[in-house]
């Protein structure tokens, strides 16, 4: 089984003007290892290294011509209508559900970024730069399928991402060899958080401390939150708490709106009330 390399977070945005680094936006979506054979697909596995390839058909009809015994690392996600990939009320609709309506309602595309073993063998020690080349030679985009693009730029594509709304950034060392299982500095993430000022209208204790109720607005809209805060005792109902978060998501049944990976860290600003713990 294969480990996949994995990115460390940073918060430092310098990082952007790095222009011997790599730049390719963070896809939303689920982490996706893909075996071919013979141009075929024959194994699709999780990070975890869970075999996944039932919930997601459309992807073992994908063909790689010419390509044998290669092991693909990439990302599975579901687009939105303005190409944006989606995680909550997308791919993750996927994961819970492959019924032949799901399927249709939405469809799954694999963003591959590495190449990890190449007819039959393993060219995890090569730089980056000659794995993603050797990438972009072999595979040809078609609907469902599209290596993810790259730039020196790291610069303009923030601005993108921040304009896109979209997840974040991934910075790569070019010269980077490829560290199963390891969480290295040499590729990173840095993410397009945002801030909400929540009004606490209730409270919830569990053993990971409290968790909050309440309200804020984003682009003049009401947005519900939920958040935990980890190690807090107290909260008085009507303190004011600034909450890092994601994304906003819409309930297409109720109509609700709410943020989506809500975090509450130290460095939150809290008015009009006090936090105990």
Same mark, same amino acid.
């Given at each position: 089984?294969?480990?996949?390399?994995?990115?460390?977070?940073?918060?430092?945005?310098?990082?952007?003007?790095?222009?011997?680094?790599?730049?390719?936006?963070?896809?939303?979506?689920?982490?996706?290892?893909?075996?071919?054979? /013979?141009?075929?697909?024959?194994?699709?596995?999780?990070?975890?290294?869970? %075999?996944?390839?039932?919930?997601? #058909?459309?992807?073992?009809?994908?063909?790689?011509?010419?390509?044998?015994?290669?092991?693909?690392?990439?990302?599975?996600?579901?687009?939105?209508?303005?190409?944006?990939?989606?995680?909550? /009320?997308?791919?993750?609709?996927?994961? =819970?559900?492959? =019924? %032949?309506?799901?399927?249709?309602?939405?469809?799954?595309?694999?963003?591959?970024?590495?190449?990890?073993?190449?007819?039959?063998?393993?060219?995890?020690?090569? #730089?980056?730069?000659?794995?993603?080349?050797?990438?972009?030679?072999?595979? !040809?985009?078609?609907?469902?399928?599209?290596?993810?693009?790259?730039?020196?730029?790291?610069?303009?594509?923030?601005?993108?991402? &921040?304009?896109?709304?979209?997840? /974040?950034?991934?910075? &790569?060392? #070019?010269?980077? %060899?490829?560290?199963? @299982?390891?969480?290295?500095?040499?590729?990173?993430?840095?993410?397009?958080?945002?801030?909400?000022?929540?009004?606490?209208?209730?409270?919830?204790?569990?053993?990971? @401390?409290? !968790? +909050?109720?309440?309200?804020?607005?984003?682009?003049?809209?009401?947005?519900?939150?939920?958040?935990?805060?980890? @190690?807090?005792?107290?909260?008085?109902?009507?303190?004011?708490?600034?909450?890092?978060?994601?994304?906003?998501?819409?309930? !297409?049944?109720?109509?609700?709106?709410?943020?989506?990976?809500?975090? +509450?860290?130290?460095?939150?600003?809290?008015? @009009? /009330?006090?936090?105990?713990?």
């Amino acid at each position: 089984m294969i480990s996949p390399m994995l990115l460390k977070e940073i918060k430092d945005k310098d990082e952007l003007k790095d222009r011997t680094k790599l730049f390719q936006v963070k896809e939303d979506g689920i982490r996706l290892l893909l075996h071919v054979k /013979g141009g075929k697909v024959v194994g699709m596995f999780s990070r975890s290294g869970r %075999p996944v390839g039932f919930l997601f #058909p459309e992807l073992r009809e994908i063909e790689f011509p010419g390509l044998d015994m290669a092991v693909i690392d990439g990302e599975a996600t579901v687009m939105d209508e303005n190409g944006r990939s989606v995680f909550y /009320g997308g791919i993750d609709q996927r994961s =819970h559900s492959f =019924h %032949p309506e799901r399927l249709k309602s939405h469809p799954v595309t694999f963003l591959p970024f590495d190449l990890i073993y190449l007819n039959g063998k393993s060219i995890k020690h090569k #730089p980056y730069s000659e794995r993603l080349q050797m990438l972009q030679d072999l595979v !040809k985009p078609i609907k469902n399928l599209k290596v993810v693009e790259t730039s020196n730029d790291g610069e303009a594509l923030w601005n993108k991402v &921040k304009t896109e709304d979209r997840e /974040g950034i991934v910075i &790569k060392d #070019p010269n980077a %060899p490829y560290e199963e @299982g390891v969480r290295s500095n040499r590729y990173q993430k840095l993410k397009n958080y945002k801030e909400v000022v929540v009004t606490v209208d209730k409270t919830e204790e569990n053993p990971k @401390g409290l !968790k +909050i109720y309440g309200t804020g607005t984003v682009n003049g809209e009401t947005v519900d939150v939920e958040a935990q805060c980890a @190690g807090v005792d107290h909260i008085e109902i009507g303190t004011q708490i600034k909450v890092t978060y994601m994304q906003v998501t819409r309930n !297409k049944e109720t109509g609700r709106v709410s943020v989506r990976q809500p975090v +509450i860290t130290k460095e939150s600003k809290i008015e @009009g /009330g006090l936090i105990e713990g």
